[in-house]
């Protein structure tokens, strides 16, 4: 669907006059946000900025796009947005730039505290407490990654929330988070990114849910260098997408064409499309077309070295902005003189804009400087030589005037190496670490929150467990417990491959579906990717999903949106988003290649910023949901596949107890060598431990329960102190998980100190298993294994 016509008014209220001045008024928006791009730039290569990537030339598309944003919508864009973060009022000039200076500021730089590169946006979704915010009520945008298409799965997940409330019976509990389920998703992407799988799974996705997910695609022919037929078949996405168009009596998605200069066309085409998507939930995709790019793709390179002379003659001519200047002044909505002050005026308001922004960035930096340089300058030495390094230093300090952090830091540090017996000395240290202590504040801090949703601030409860209580299944302890905890709940919701009809390949939902809906518990397709892209979005929208991904060797189709999506959305926004997502999966032992594995340290360390909980039972597995469901940080739980026909006992407090993440627990008491592992591993220990036992070999056990966070008081030190022998245990490759743990108790818990044998690690292979029960015995460790490893310790 292709429109160059006038741009009409709906409203007969709606003088011209007042057309008029919203058209002009558009216009402007379009040259403040093109002049921030030229003079973006341009504080990239003087040295003021590290890095720019700007908007320019995609301006009246998107000021069209933001007319139709509504409070309660939510965006998941990506780093070409600008204009229209200034066209829904959700950005200011001198933000951006201070977002270019990566001032860590929250009150200067509110998307992310200097965090991340110019142009990643977001707003707050959360209080200092932890509870969600009105979102029903506001204009939302959900933290912006650099990862092409990563927003993709994301923005599945934000529209996919929508579905969700509309189908809500808890309506009347959830009014501050959705109206009835109206909102949509704007989802923004360049023409070449849409080459990525993430692009393909969350559009097959998005058209058989049919979720209000409207994608705009900004096509300007290239992707960095490289044009759109290298990219695209038939060179065209919306082309290349014909068969994913909506037809009546079918599912699918809505695919329109525009151009991206043509201002009256787009913003007809868009209210019409927009409103069907917030009404029948029924996704489109804005193909925008003929989109230029000024000044090529960032300020990394000239887009002169790949584009023919040809090509940058037709940008110059069909610039948007050229476009719509044109157009008003052919359609007498403004002169030249006046869209010339419009010009000029834009113009002053970006200067302003930057030296605010500058100004404030550099303020307290120089402040530091000044300090610094001061009490340099001021040291007490008694050789000239040093002293006039002293005074070298200090000087350069406070002339610098452009000073970074780090310039300071650096420069005490040098101070005190010049002169470390100076009496001044101790005043320099002693300022260097207050420096020190704000910047972990301004850097490092927020990647779990830190207030009252903390996971570790939740409080343990134990299971009551009666004394006549009924021994049963393991994973029929889960299924009561999901019965419970969607009874008790309105906010929870569970998906995945094969969990809604037959209620889990491990029966851990069975018959649950029925009873509480198949809105509320659902089946998806083998899609890993955009199951993990629902449950983010839900979570950013105030939701508790339970995503499962059938089994951990197929977390890695997910992994990345976890990995950069999920693990950094606290620490990226300064604690102002959480995405409480909750991973359901199952893992280790079983009979084959494929499901069997334990690939611990991939995800220990692809996932630092989630919780990574290893329960050993099903018992454990529900204190762990249990505890997190209290909180807001994201978890993944990883349950023993093996585990759920074995029996357990049923607590009477299925809701209540809760297992407190990073405290290990000893299982067995022994006095002669400590073995720490976790999960199915456990019950392999507890057989060798058993037969050691009759080799007067006392062998104590130590369950870690999380190893994201991993043993915070110290228990397994404890243990080390009294056995002096220790080994680590466990199923993932030489160098995994095992080595992991390795590090935290024999470095940074200083257990080296207690030994007298060498600590040990056992795994399993390097290769995969292999199939059947030969193939585990000989490719993890085993009983005997453990045994043989004890029994070395014992005789060094």
Known sequence: MESTSALGYKNDMLSFDGFRETVIGDYRMAVISREVSLLGRREVLTGKAKFGIFGDGKEVAQIAMAKFFQPGDFRSGYYRDQTFMFASGLASVEQYFAQLYADPDPKNEPFSSGRQMNAHFSTRFVDDHGNWLDLANRKNISSDIAPTAGQMPRGLGLAFASRCFRASRYQNQLEHLSHNGNEICFTTIGDASTSEGHFWETINAAGVLQVPLAVFVWDDGYGISVPKNFQTTKGSISAALKGFQKQADTNGIHIYKVKAWDYAGMCEVFEEALQRVRETHEPALFHVEEVTQPQGHSTSGSHERYKTPERLEWEKEWDCIKKMKEWMLENGLASIEELAAVEAEAKETVKEGRNLAWEKYIAPIKMQATKASELIRESIVNDIDKYNQLQQMANDLANNKEPLRRDVIRNIALAVEVAPSSPS????????????????????????NEGPKSALKVSEVKPLVSFDATSVNGYEILNKYFDALFNANPKVYAFGEDVGYIGDVNQGFAGLQEKHGKDRILDTGIRELTIVGQAIGMALRGLRPIAEIQYLDYLLYGLQPLSDDVCTTHFRTGGQQSCPVLIRTRGHRLEGIWHSGSPMGVVINALRGMHVCVPRNMVQAVGMYNTLLQANDPAIVIECLNGYRLKEKMPDNLLEYTVPLGVPEII????????????????IIQDAAERLANEDISCEIVDVQTLLPFDLHHVILSSLKKTNRIIFVDEDVPGGA???????????????????????????KAHRPGYGSDGDYFSKPNAEDVMDAVRAMMAE
């Not at 000395?425 to 779990?448: I, T, V, W």
């Open 738 to 764: 095992a080595a992991y743990m390795f590090n935290k108790v024999m470095e940074e818990q200083g257990g080296y100190k207690w030994m007298d044998a060498s600590p040990r690690t056992l795994t399993a």
């Open 668 to 683: 067995r008491e022994g006095e002669d060598v400590t073995i720490v592992s976790y999960g199915s591993t456990l019950r």
């Open 425 to 448: 000395a101790a005043d320099l240290n002693a300022l260097r670490q207050e420096l020190l202590d704000e910047s972990k504040q301004l850097y490092n801090s927020h990647l779990y």
